[in-house]
Structures are given as C-alpha cells and as structure tokens.
C-alpha cells in the first residue's frame, strides 16, 4: 500500500520499488481531479534525464497549460519564470503531475515557487522519504 505524503497543496506517493503502480496511480488521480481544473498537466520524467532536459519539460507543461510560444531553446529559468507568472495570473488553480522524480533539483527545475490557492501537485517517486529541496520548506 503506498503513502501518501502532503506538504502544502503538494502530494507524493513514494515507493522504492518499480513496478508497484505509482505511475498508474497519478494517472488515476489526474483523470479523476482533471475535470476540476482548466488548467493541468502531466509530465513523466525518465531517470536518465536528470534537469538535463528542464526547458523540454516546462515547455510541455506550459503547452499542456495552455500557454503558447516557447521553445525549447530559451533558458529553462526564463521558462520557469514564465510558468511562474503564468500560473499566477487571475487566480488559476493548476494540477500538475510530475511522475517519477529521482532527483530534489529536478523539483527546483521545474516547479515555481508560488502557485495559486486551489492548486494541487502530484509527484510520484522511488524516494521513500522526500529529497532534501527548498521547493516545500515553510
């Protein structure tokens, strides 16, 4: 049975082995949760990729967001910046499900450090504890 952990409006389902159903578990929860949000994404990470691949990443978010015109080419932190400000604007409650986290930076990579009230996170993870990231310190 996995656990479910929440900082903030945030939730990991931590498991250290593969196999156990944790990708299949965000999967459910987001088709189950998408409806209530007009603003969501998804994003399944590969463990080779490290934040080698960040501005990749946030320009899928920012397009499965509804956000266009961005490249892969611009600087992730540009990119951050701008997902930044775009989840902040009139108030939108965002989902977003980042499956399978191996790294605490690829957290600070991608995610902005102010999403709206309403918002709701989702990792997934072979971490059975939470890697140390200054993403949810109060």
Not at 51 to 69: D, E, K, R, T
Not at 72 to 90: G, Y
Not at 110 to 131: E, H, N
């Amino acid at each position: 049975m996995h656990s479910l952990t929440v900082y903030r409006a945030f939730a990991a389902l931590p498991s250290c082995a593969g196999g156990l159903g944790k990708t299949t578990m965000a999967k459910l929860l987001y088709n189950r949760l998408q409806q209530q949000f007009s603003h969501r994404a998804f994003l399944e990470l590969q463990h080779e990729e490290g934040c080698s691949q960040a501005a990749q990443h946030l320009v899928s978010i920012l397009q499965q967001l509804g956000a266009s015109g961005f490249t892969e080419r611009q600087s992730a932190t540009v990119l951050l910046t701008v997902l930044s400000d775009f989840v902040k604007q009139q108030g939108r409650e965002v989902l977003l499900v980042i499956d399978n986290v191996w790294e605490a930076e690829q957290l600070d990579a991608l995610l902005p450090r102010q999403f709206c009230k309403g918002t709701r996170i989702i990792m997934t993870s072979r971490f059975t504890t939470m890697p140390q990231s200054d993403w949810w310190k109060v």
